[in-house]
């Protein structure tokens, strides 16, 4: 009786209401628009959603742009933009997102030095919950160094696209020609002598290229391996800087004397990028840098390359270990396409889609076992493919260095300061580089910047 008068009042004040059959039914309808809306529990339901990827400028990123339309039209719901960025570019950017939340990406990728820091900061999601809605994952297939440098308390916090160690390469017809031979575990006085034999500027020929590019993800890659055999650290197990210390400075006079004498021109603007083009101009005769570096080789190079394990000169590994991953910033607003997106593009059938379209010599190297069993993958890759699984084995990030250090990293120093520190100290060595500073004061300046960082540590 109460409700019915209510009823009454309500229409005496001219308020209409919907008979019951009518309310429900609309009811209905708004119960069905609201389950087929973006972001309901978090789905990309039926509409249409475009997720953004920033990703690092390199051959299988793009090859990953261009098969896109392969994964839209199995996804017809979910637009995917790929933001293809230079190395430090990219660096940059996406460290600016994720500290400032910005939600400007829904995936980057990032690597093993990002993803244990990222992931204590909160910056970036844990994936398992997308690798188990995935049935045909198979995260147990992923090559065991890799994946344990993407994991954080037992889940990954980043799903591998490609992992690399460092090795040597070069161009076996030419150091032939020079009458020079190299053994499988040189070590670097040995790459030295044959790198200064073989170079010939006259003939517009360079010994051999190194990273000279400022950045701690560009030159200092491949410099702190030459740091770690030779002796040397960044900081001792009290955080004080060793960067003036003996071995620290006679590995990077090591490697500055070996640009200038038998390096490629412009070597302070050579990065992987250019010294990649320069060997497959046959402008370089060697190149030292990541395994990845060999699926790139066209042409006569691709042809005449032999490979030879990370140069030592005290410890009996130094290459390094690293990930090109795809991560999901915690402030992504489309986290099931995202995820979607990152478990398709990291899986085996994407493996198999790129080399039955775009050739064997194109797929992702360094992420998965399987992917070393493919008789097509083997007949493209079998010159560096066992060097490859090696080094990635035999990267040993917790103990870098000849004596111990309280930091974990091969080619990086496995703290938050450490991104603006090397580039800095990266700075200072590229001065060296041109001849715009002494070796003695360049290292100075760059002991001092580290001090500061230390000094936070003890």
């Not at 049935?135 to 990954?156: C, E, H, M, Q, W």
């Not at 990028?273 to 395994?291: I, Q, S």
């Not at 006569?300 to 394990?309: L, P, V």
């Not at 066992?386 to 990635?392: A, G, H, M, P």
Request: charge should be positive; aromatic fraction near 10%; include cysteine.
């Amino acid at each position: 009786m109460a409700r019915e008068s209510s009823r009454s009042q309500r229409r005496a004040r001219g308020v209409s209401l919907p008979p019951p059959r009518r309310l429900l039914s609309l009811l209905a309808i708004l119960l069905a628009v609201v389950a087929c809306s973006p972001g309901a529990g978090g789905g990309t339901g039926g509409s249409t959603q475009t997720i953004t990827v920033a990703a690092v400028s390199n051959p299988q990123m793009e090859d990953l742009q261009k098969l896109v339309p392969d994964f839209q039209k199995a996804n017809p719901n979910i637009q995917v933009k790929i933001v293809i960025l230079p190395e430090n570019q990219l660096r940059q950017q996406v460290t600016q997102d994720v500290a400032t939340k910005s939600g400007r990406y829904d995936l980057f990728t990032i690597g093993t030095y990002e993803v244990p820091i990222w992931a204590k900061n909160g910056w970036i999601d844990n994936l398992a919950p997308y690798i188990q809605k995935s049935s045909s994952y198979a995260a147990d297939d992923l090559i065991p160094g890799v994946a344990k440098a993407l994991t954080y308390k037992s889940n990954l916090y980043a799903l591998p696209f490609y992992g690399e160690s460092s090795m040597l390469m070069y161009r076996k017809d030419m150091l032939s020609a020079a009458g020079v031979t190299l053994s499988q575990k040189p070590t670097w006085d040995e790459v030295a002598a044959a790198a200064r034999k073989v170079n010939d500027p006259s003939k517009g020929v360079s010994g051999i290229c190194l990273r000279g590019l400022p950045g701690w993800g560009e030159q200092l890659a491949p410099l702190d391996t030459v740091v770690n055999t030779y002796g040397g650290k960044w900081f001792d197990q009290q955080w004080v800087p060793q960067l003036t210390a003996p071995p620290f400075k006679a590995a990077v006079g090591f490697y500055v004397d070996l640009i200038k004498t038998a390096g490629e021109p412009g070597a302070a603007s050579a990065g992987f990028t250019e010294c990649l083009t320069a060997y497959n101009g046959g402008k370089v005769a060697m190149w030292y840098d990541a395994t990845v570096g060999a699926s790139n080789f066209t042409g006569t190079a691709a042809d005449n390359s032999g490979y030879a394990f990370a140069p030592t000169k005290v410890k009996p590994y130094s290459g390094w270990l690293w990930a090109w991953s795809l991560g999901m910033p915690s402030t992504s607003k489309k986290k099931d396409a995202a995820g979607t997106f990152a478990t398709w593009a990291t899986s085996k059938d994407y493996i198999q889609l790129v080399g039955k379209n775009l050739g064997w010599s194109h797929v992702p190297p360094g992420t998965r076992t399987s992917t070393y069993a493919l008789p097509e993958y083997q007949k493209v890759a079998g010159g560096f493919a066992q060097i490859t699984l090696d080094s990635i084995a035999n990267a040993d990030v917790n103990h870098p260095t000849v004596d111990p250090v309280p930091y974990i990293g091969v080619q990086y120093v496995g703290i938050t300061e450490f991104q603006q520190l090397g580039d800095q100290v990266s700075q200072q060595i590229a001065a060296v580089i041109t001849g715009q500073s002494s070796l003695d004061d360049a290292l100075q300046r760059s002991n001092q910047l580290a001090e500061a960082v230390g000094k936070a540590h003890r």
